[in-house]
């Protein structure tokens, strides 16, 4: 109990200038959160030049809490403008945008301020008390692992598809080949650039999910005349967005799985948020017990995915302060801060500065309350956005994309590509094709091609590796598990299909 | 229309044929240009460097993908012409509503008016270039609002530039990301710009 | 084309720009820097750039590349009189970043280091040595290759042994194929006739986990990078690929020690580099700004964390003349081993 008596202490020493960067670095951090393309690693990247003349725990501080905030702005825009401010927002705009459309934002918003609550605070705990067993954990993971749990990410793909699960797959796997562009990690060679410097950079799925989300949100909307739209007159009568005991019993079952899957894709170096947040959100759609709304504009969509992006911000603390590992960009971004402060992290570092172990959790205990705060405050004048008459909202909409486009690398090539790729989505809706596994595949692609190549050239070229490693063994298990129950269901539904076939496309 | 290719054999009523193998042509139009795709990036990668003897090499996973794409892209052309010859239609087609994503249950979009929302951004983004950022982006609010219909031109020029010069400070100032400022005569005036506000 | 405009600017209007930008943090700073160039007191220099000065950091945000870039644009800020905000550029082993500045206006610098380099005689670069000038060398740092503590007794002969009796099984975790751990692993198996099997991670984090773990048998990497290790005592170094023996690491054997020819030898650098078309009296101008740098104490205690040594900086000419020689090193060591297949 020393720890927790520390972080007492530390958060009663706080004088008022140290609260007031924790409130800045709050609503910094969500205001982040909330334009598309500024990713909260930027947002940390951004502080970084202040934090030179601070001394380490104002530095720390503020770092910790424009992350923290930074996990949950991005569902504000998610939810109520089908705009992600960060990809691991994605999975919201499926039941999170839904449950919007339907009237129910002030709701939805509530779900995700509170699972992110209980997502930074649970994982808090585990960085508080169990940060050795997951760092071991953390270390039993190969790139064999990482290659499972991908597979993993990849597959929830067929679940998030309702319609033809082949014109799913045509779109996961065009996704993932959007992303072989560039030069590739492990050999180093230039693939299907066409001798075009906008191709040779790559292509990032940030300027593939700016493109057919928020662009593409903009063209549609443009294209019906800004029309037809029921949310425009629902907000007001909403009073409670918070969920009461009651109804946070009943979906304890979202939170623990996304808070569990969060909490140990954070400490994963390599996975993160994003993956997180995408496994959380196919674990609801198989095994929640509301597994059949799922996709439909149910608050387990939400909650699954937020808790598991927030509970990954703790637990990427684990390694970096148990292993000297960074679990995330951002993390690796406080690493560098705390470097450039004399500060090395390691295996010693709680032994030797306890101090400052206490300052970093104090900073994210406050910043995870001060983040849930924000999200309540702001949930109500946020869901106002949808009061302004639509080419307003759509304009901004537009400039954000170009900043966040631009800014990602600072290229005009990144603008030309997010443009290509709102027109992309635009056809793609219009022959059919969804869009949601384009864009998991181009950020989950190369992370697979990654892994397995590594794993193969590890391991000699021997496939049976992802099965005899206990791990990847259980995770494979879960993998087979998964497909075979989708594949039931894509069986069911096309035998259900020829009599009622709008049954299941009323998302 | 589609018993007719078994009643008639192609090339016997020769308007006819003609018309339905248009339609057929376009009912796969997707699934041909995927195919398509396929075939020219599987060329691209012979040209990848093969790596040492037992290396897999850069090659084996997009070569993987691209066998992956065509088998479902083929599987659906025969899903398709199943559906057309049973004389339904096939019950993965969009029809009036879009199929797509899980929360997007929107009327599928007026061809024209989304090209004319992709064309604007792409003059945004030309104008950019070439006149700056700074000019580029008051005049695309402007002239976006105009094409979605909102004539109050007064209070869309002053949100135009007000937007432009927020924009450009938070972006150029605050964060630093280096927007163009465009070229020749419009640089000097986007720079001097940048100087009066005390970006710069 | 010469795009500068002197004397243009008023320094009334830039104080005012200063104060608000920097109220947006600084003034809940605990101890608020002084941020902003101090342009009076170079005001009588000839050809002072008037715009900001982008410095472009190729690789992401917290790594090496990226650390100098920060701390050299810090000081670079004071001596040159105008912010220079640093950009980060990352992709295809820094050539995303190279691109931007070769296609760019003359008016940015970039930290170009070994491992972008070295795609240029690959054959995979985006950017071609004459499209770049050279400004000066900022670090100069010697690579290693390390083993986990308790493992191969910690000696260069333990890990040889082990890759004689079992070779090409000893996985060595590298940046990736073609670069330069790759032809220093093919040397070493020329003079040792060790065969390792190099294991590419192209996260840093990723690399340092697969030793930690035990996934991978030895790393290549710089010594500054592994700082935290090396003074934890988890990792020890093997072999040390440096231009000047490391007082630290009396003991170890060097590359040369292994019969590698010296000139073979590369290790990492990081320098700062501008695109061709740039104005000399500029280039001078950024030059004097780097002697400024490595002259910088804040500078100098990041040097000594990164091993640093001590005849890191080179002047634009010299530095010039190091890429020079590099490319074709480089480029003869790859036909020589045929790396890159």
Redesign the interface.
Known sequence: MDTLAGVVQTILSFDVTLWALLVLGTLLGLLIGVLPGLTFVMGVLLILPFTYGMDVDASLIVMVTVYVAGTYGGAITAILLRVPGEPNHVPLLWDGYTMSRRGQGAQALGWAATSALVGGLVSWLFLAFAAQPFAQIALSFSSVEYFVIVLLGLTSVLALSQGSVLKAFISLIGGMLLATVGVDSVYGELRFDFGSPVLQSGVDWIVVMIGVYSLGEVVTRFANRFGGDATTQQPERIRTVVPGPKALWERSGSLGRGVLIGSLMGTVPGAGATVGSFVAYGLERQFGKYRRDVGNGSPAGVIGPQAASTATVASAFIPMLVLGIPGSASAAVILGALLLHDVQPGPDIFRTQPELIHTILAALLVGVVLMFVAGLLTAKPMIRILKVPEPYVAVFIVLFSFIGAFALRNSMADVWLMVAFAGLGTLMNRFGFPISPLVLGAILGPLAERFFLTSMISYANDLTVFVTRPISGALMGVWVLVVALVGLQAFRRSRTAITSRHEGDAR | MTDSSTRHPVGLDTSHGARHRLTTLRTF??EIA?LVVAAV?WL??AW?????P?????A???RL??V??AV??L??VG?KARALRSGGTD????RS???????????????R??A???LS??G??TA??YLGYLIA?AA??VG??L????RRTVLNTA?GVA?ALT?SFL?L????????SGVGIF?TFT?GVY?????? | MNRRRTGRRSTTLHAAAVTVAGAILAAACATPQTAGPDRGAEGGAPALPDRPITMIAAFGAGGGSDQVARAAAQVMERSLGVSVPVVNVPGATGNVGLNKLVTGRPDSMAVLIQDTLATVPLGTSQFQLDQIKAVCRLQNMPSALLVRKDTFGGTWDGLAAAAKERPNEVKVATVGRGGVDDLMLAALTESQTTAFRAVPFAEPSERYAALLSGSVDALYEQLGDVRQYLDSGDFVPVVLFAGEPIAAYQGVPSATDLGIPAEFVLPQFRGVVVHADTDPALIDQLDDACAEVVADPTFQGFQEQVFSTSDSYLPTAEFEQFLRDQEKVMGELLQRYNVAG
């Open positions: 139009l997707p995927l990036l691209q990668t990848f460097r093969a790596g040492q037992q290396d897999l090499g850069p084996f996973w997009p993908l691209i992956l794409l479902c892209t599987a659906r899903q019950p993965d087609e969009p509503e879009s199929d797509s994503d899980p929360g997007n249950d929107e009327p599928a979009a007026d061809g008016r989304a004319i929302a992709i951004i792409v945004y983004v950019a270039i982006t695309f609010v976006f609002l094409l979605s219909g909102r949100l937007a924009f972006f100032k605050v964060v630093y990301i280096s927007v163009p640089d720079v100087e009066l506000i005390g970006i710069y």
